[in-house]
Each structure stands twice: as structure tokens, then as C-alpha cells.
């Protein structure tokens, strides 16, 4: 089976597409490089011993698009390229929804136009917005009290392919909604290397523990939670990878919506324990305000996805905290 993995060269994307080689597919990788890099492909290459064909296309750019599929015969289709950064989604939500929409528009126009039915999505659990219960489930409604134009391309890209899929019984559509991805490969040579400033927690951890920044800013100790700083479902990328391979292999006609995440919910104060407990040295750490817009607690009910899919996690936040170390000693050159 070939599969184009669009956004391959990113954290996610990169860390799928070793899976994906490792399981036997053929794979190739459009990426724009906007925040990623090229010598993804060479680590791909040293972990699987083989180097994806690469193609540097803009999915905005929809003549480049059509020249990928043209040489191509995908089977299936992995949609991870988008812009992801919350806060800047706020300031420039046009260039959100021409980025993340507009693409996927193209996407969806070239896989009908080519005769390629069937893809995963890259969503996000922020299309629940804020619910009654801090558990979510795939039946809850979504689209209400989205805080974030970033939120709202999910919420209309997830609308998009529903409707794709129920205009053309061809199409075999599979929703991915991740909780929080972190860690990296174990082997210590793929990781999350953004361009430019991060967004999440983990990279700001990252950035602590190598010295670029001397201490870790919690947002609010003051939330209803056990110690004051917000819980949430972090998910092992590795574990998150695996869940696009369960996802290809049970796709069928239609549109299927599964959350990935582990079920448990893990507070600000516990990641920064673990990530000092088996690097050996307090993280250096201070409380400062709520930043907006953060929910005090959320977390999947992995429950379909075990089912369905027949996915579930398998690693836990020690293993996350030591591949994230084991990361930054190897591939970028820490001292921690
Ligand atoms: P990432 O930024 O590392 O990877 C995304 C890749 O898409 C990058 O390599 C980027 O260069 C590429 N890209 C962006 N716009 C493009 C365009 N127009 N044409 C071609 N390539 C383009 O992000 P990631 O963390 O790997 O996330 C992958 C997907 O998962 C994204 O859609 C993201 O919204 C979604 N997601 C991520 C998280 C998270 O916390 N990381 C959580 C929920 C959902
Ligand atoms: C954020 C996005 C969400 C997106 C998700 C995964 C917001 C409001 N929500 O969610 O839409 O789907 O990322 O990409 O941005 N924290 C700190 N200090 C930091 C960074 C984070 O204390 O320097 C805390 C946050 O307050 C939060 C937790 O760490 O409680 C996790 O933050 P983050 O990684 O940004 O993810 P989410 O808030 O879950």
C-alpha cells in the first residue's frame, strides 16, 4: 500500500512515517519545510534504511499538488501538514484558515480528482471546546466553545471531509482527535524540533532543561485540580503513531471519529516531577498567572479506539520524560 503522508517531515508526521515503513507501506512525504526539516529524511533513513520520496510542495499551491498525484498511485492519503500554534491562530486567524482549510480543500479536490478515497486527519481534542464532564467522548458535541481560530480549522475541516464522505460513498474517512503528543523516538534521533518559538509545555521543558531558558512559567496554581496546576491526557508520540497505522488498517466507508489519547490525566506539577526525576535534577520551575483560554482539566475516553481500532497506549510519562531526554542528549547536541 503507498500512502502520501502530508506534514511527513513534522513531529508527528515523521514519527508515523517510521512506523509506517517499519509495517511494511510505501510512503512518501509532501512537506513545505514551514516547520520541519529536511534531514528528517536522513534520520528516517538511518532508523528504517529507507529514504522516503520527498516531495518540498506547498498544499496551498494546488498545480504542484496535482503534479505530485499525477506521478503517484496513493492508496490512502495521512493529513498532518498545518499550522498549529494556538496563540498566533488568534493574531493571523486568515492565514489559519487559508493554511489549514485551504489546503485541505486542494487535498480533498486532488484525491477526487485522482481517484484516492480514503484518509486519516490530524485533529485536535480542542474541537470539544468546554463540556460538562472533563472526559471526552467521540459522541459529545463539538463546535461550540471552540476558543481559537486554530480550533475552529479542525471543526471545519473534520465538517469538510463528513461532508466529502457523504457526497462520494467512495470515501473512506478517519478522524484523529489527539490529546497532547510528546516524547520522542527511543532511539534518540527523531524528536520535536520546531522552527521558531514553541506553543506546548513540553518544548518549553526542553528548552529549560538544555539552559536556553532559565526556568519554566506554570500557568496558575490556582485551578479545582489536586495540586492547583491544570491536568491533561499526555499521549507517547510513538503510541500516537501506531494509532494512524490501527486507523489505515480498519478504514472503511464513511466517516469514523476515534480519540487518541491514554485516559489519564497528568498535571503541570507531575510533568515537571517526572522530567527532574529521571533527568536526575530539579527543573527549575515558577507559578505565574492562568494564561488564557486553558481549561482546568481534560482527558480522553480512549474507549472506541480499543475497541475499533484495537489501539491503545502502551507507554506511560516516565517513558515519555526519558525519550525527550534521551532525545536532547543525542540528536541535539544537550548536555542535561
Ligand atoms: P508540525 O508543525 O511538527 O508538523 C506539521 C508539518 O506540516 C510541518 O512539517 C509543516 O512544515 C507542514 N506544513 C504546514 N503547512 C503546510 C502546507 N501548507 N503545505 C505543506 N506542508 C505544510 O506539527 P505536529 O505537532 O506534527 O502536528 C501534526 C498535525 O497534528 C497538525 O495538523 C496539528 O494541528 C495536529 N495536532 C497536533 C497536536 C500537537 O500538540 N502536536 C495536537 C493535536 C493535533
Ligand atoms: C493547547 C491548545 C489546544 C491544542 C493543544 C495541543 C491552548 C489554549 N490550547 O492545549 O488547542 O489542541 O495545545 O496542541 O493553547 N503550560 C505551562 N507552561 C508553559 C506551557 C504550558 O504551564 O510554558 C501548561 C498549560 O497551561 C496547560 C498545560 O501546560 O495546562 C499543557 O499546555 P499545552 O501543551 O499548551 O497544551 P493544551 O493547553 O492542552
Known amino acids: 500500500m503507498k500512502i502520501l503522508v502530508t506534514g511527513g517531515t513534522g513531529y508527528i508526521g515523521s514519527h508515523t512515517v517510521v512506523e509506517l515503513i517499519e509495517a511494511g507501506y510505501e510512503v512518501e512525504i509532501l512537506d513545505n519545510l514551514y516547520n520541519s526539516q529536511k534531514s528528517v529524511l536522513d534520520t528516517i533513513e538511518e532508523l528504517t534504511g529507507v529514504k522516503p520520496k520527498f516531495h518540498e510542495v506547498d498544499l496551498r499551491d494546488a498545480e504542484a499538488l496535482a503534479g505530485v498525484f499525477q506521478d503517484s498511485n496513493f492508496d490512502a492519503v ?99 482527535r489527539y490529546f497532547n503528543p510528546v516524547g520522542a523516538h527511543p532511539s534518540g534521533l527523531l524528536g520535536e524540533n520546531p522552527n521558531g518559538k514553541p506553543n506546548n509545555l513540553m518544548p518549553f521543558v526542553m528548552k529549560v532543561a538544555t539552559g536556553e531558558i532559565p526556568e519554566l512559567s506554570i500557568f496558575g496554581n490556582d485551578y ?26 480498519h478504514l472503511q466507508k464513511g466517516t469514523q471519529v476515534y480519540n487518541l489519547g491514554s485516559g489519564k490525566a497528568t498535571s503541570v506539577l507531575e510533568i515537571v516531577k517526572a522530567f527532574s526525576e529521571v533527568s536526575g535534577r530539579l527543573l527549575p520551575h515558577k507559578i505565574v498567572a492562568r494564561r488564557a483560554g486553558d481549561l482546568p482539566e481534560f482527558f480522553a475516553d480512549p474507549s472506541k479506539a480499543e475497541r475499533d481500532l484495537d489501539w491503545k497506549t502502551e507507554l506511560g510519562i516516565a517513558d515519555a520524560m526519558r525519550d525527550t531526554i534521551n532525545y536532547l542528549q543525542k540528536s541535539r547536541g544537550m548536555e542535561i
Open 224 to 249: 479545582p485540580t489536586p495540586d492547583g496546576t491544570c491536568l491533561r491526557d499526555y499521549i507517547h508520540v510513538v503510541d500516537l503513531a501506531k494509532g494512524h497505522l490501527a486507523a489505515l488498517n
Open 78 to 176: 495521512i493529513h498532518f501538514a498545518g499550522l498549529k500554534a494556538v496563540g498566533e491562530s488568534v493574531e493571523k486567524p486568515l492565514e489559519y484558515y487559508e493554511n489549514n482549510v485551504g489546503s485541505t480543500i486542494n487535498l480533498l479536490e486532488c484525491m477526487q480528482e485522482f481517484g484516492v478515497h480514503k484518509i486519516v486527519f490530524s485533529s485536535s481534542a480542542t474541537v470539544y471546546g468546554e463540556q460538562d464532564t472533563p472526559q471526552y467522548v467521540e459522541t459529545m458535541t463539538t463546535g461550540v466553545t471552540i476558543s481559537s481560530p486554530y480550533g475552529w480549522t479542525k471543526y471545519f475541516i473534520e465538517r469538510m471531509l463528513m461532508d466529502v464522505a457523504k457526497s462520494d460513498p467512495d470515501f473512506e474517512v478517519t478522524i484523529l
